[in-house]
Nanobody
Framework: VQLQAFGGGLVQAGGSLRLSCAASGRTFSTDIMGWFRQAPGKEREFAAA????????NYADSVKGRFTISRDNAKNTVYLQMNSLKPEDTAVYFC???????????????????WGQGTQVTVSS
């Protein structure tokens, strides 16, 4: 079972990036999928989550209105479109799957049981 995140890179403030997370080894079409991020010296924090159907999403206040999470269950892939990036968005971004939670709200970090390896996003000022 593997989640592989890619699409990170270096971008100037105000720019955009699209992260992808490809899942393999099992189907994640019924799981809650989420994105977390971890800046140097800080704890891993929630960024966004999406329901299995894609009809419901949840965002951290810090990214709301700038980031969009989506998924394609046929491709077993989840995406994070990041617009209007800020230097404070600089972090390693991790995708995760929860087979425990039934909705993207209130699904805490410890309830995500599958994690990808992370992809670095660096936003320069």
């Amino acid at each position: 079972v593997q989640l592989q995140a890619f699409g990170g890179g270096l971008v100037q403030a105000g720019g955009s990036l699209r992260l992808s997370c490809a899942a393999s080894g099992r189907t994640f079409s019924t799981d809650i999928m989420g994105w977390f991020r971890q800046a140097p010296g800080k704890e891993r924090e929630f960024a966004a989550a999406i329901s299995w159907s894609g009809s419901r999403t949840n965002y951290a206040d810090s990214v709301k209105g700038r980031f969009t999470i989506s998924r394609d269950n046929a491709k077993n892939t989840v995406y994070l479109q990041m617009n209007s990036l800020k230097p404070e968005d600089t972090a390693v971004y991790f995708c995760a799957a929860s087979s425990v939670c039934s909705r993207p709200y209130g699904c805490i970090r410890d309830e995500y049981d599958y994690w990808g390896q992370g992809t670095q996003v660096t936003v320069s000022s």
